[in-house]
């Protein structure tokens, strides 16, 4: 807590107070937790259609909660574009103006939009599974990319193509914004230039939902850190005490993906699988982080019961997913044995 104050009061000293009034705050889009009924207008088909080859951004229509905005939509990502993994692509949602200030989108400019990958019915329960891990993160810190659950429909040409369930994230620059900290560019970056508490969290989360698919120090690109996560700091030249924000659990365990592959660099057979990759110099800040989640568990448990439109089956296996966390963490005998002595 005096590492993230000491953090906010040098970063606030660095910017304009006008910059200063919006610190703390939640954009309007993710102040609210209501599912969002939205409509997208546009070449969805040949959205889908080109998805895996083009993230070519086509002009659209956004329409919701009253309001109607032109925008640019377009698929983003990697694995979810390719047609043998998804039907369906993630988005992104640009919008052609600012929206004013009496908006829901207000301060909004570009959005992830994680949609169903798959097109049946029975997949949009994996959406809410995705959903429901960045609400654990959520309720573990404020240092977390914000997220809104939303029932989508997509027409195109005056036909409706589906309605599925998505959520939206909160941009990195807005999660910096309402921290009072700026998001930072860089490239690979060594551990000691990471907050040690804010990475020891990190990774027990990780551990915890059974994802593998992270990095937070280097990225498949050497010069842009970093692998499904993005890094805070006091400022935009800050290269020490960053915090690192995990985004994409549609490989962890927690939501086990009907098209998630296991990871072969950890000779892993099952997704469901946890290995834990946190670091050996973390080791002494881990037993702590994990006492303070035993104390939470009836909190986590309980988002997970909250999870919107999630059926009782798949509220009942996130739930026993958790329990086997909660089994390797039982004790500071159990978490050496199950975790400190697997770091790197």
């Not at 606030?12 to 209501?34: M, R």
């Not at 365990?253 to 099952?270: F, H, K, M, Q, T």
Request: charged residues 25%; hydrophobic residues 40%; aromatic residues 6%.
């Amino acid at each position: 807590m005096i590492r993230f104050c000491l953090s906010l009061l040098i970063s606030l000293a660095a910017i304009p107070a006008s910059a200063q009034e919006e610190s703390g705050k939640v954009t309007p889009l993710f102040a609210e937790e209501a599912i969002l009924e939205i409509t997208l207008t546009g070449p969805i088909n040949d959205i889908v259609r080109q998805a895996e080859r083009s993230t070519k951004p086509h002009p659209a229509t956004l329409a919701g909660s009253g309001e109607t905005h032109a925008i640019t939509l377009a698929a983003r990502g990697v694995s979810r574009r390719k047609k043998e993994i998804c039907q369906f692509p993630p988005l992104r949602i640009t919008f052609n103006d600012k929206p004013g200030e009496s908006s829901l989108f207000h301060k909004q400019g570009r959005i992830k939009l994680v949609t169903h990958c798959r097109t049946r019915e029975r997949a949009q329960q994996t959406v809410l599974r995705e959903y429901a891990a960045y609400r654990l993160y959520n309720a573990l810190t404020p240092e977390s990319l914000k997220v809104r659950l939303a029932r989508i429909t997509y027409v195109d040409e005056g036909q409706v193509v589906i309605t599925r369930l998505g959520f939206l994230i909160e941009d990195a620059d807005d999660a910096a914004r309402r921290l009072g900290m700026k998001e930072i560019d860089v490239g690979s970056i060594p551990v000691s230039a990471l907050n040690r508490e804010d990475a020891a969290r990190y990774a027990l989360f990780q551990y915890m939902i059974g994802n593998t698919d992270w990095a937070m120090r280097v990225g498949p690109d050497p010069d842009a850190c970093c692998h499904n996560s993005k890094l805070l700091g006091a400022g935009k030249e800050a290269r020490r005490e960053l915090t690192p924000l995990p985004y994409d659990f549609d490989n962890a365990g927690l939501v086990d993906a009907s098209y998630a592959v296991p990871n072969e660099a950890l000779g892993l057979r099952s997704v469901t699988t946890r290995v834990y990759r946190g670091f050996c110099g973390l080791n002494s800040l881990i037993p702590a982080e994990a006492a303070r989640l035993r104390e939470m568990r009836s909190v986590l448990e309980a988002e997970i019961a909250a999870t919107p439109m999630a059926d009782p089956r798949t509220a009942e296996s996130m739930t026993r997913y958790l329990n086997g966390f909660f089994e390797d963490i039982a004790d500071d005998d159990t978490v050496q044995k199950k975790l400190l002595k697997k770091c790197r």
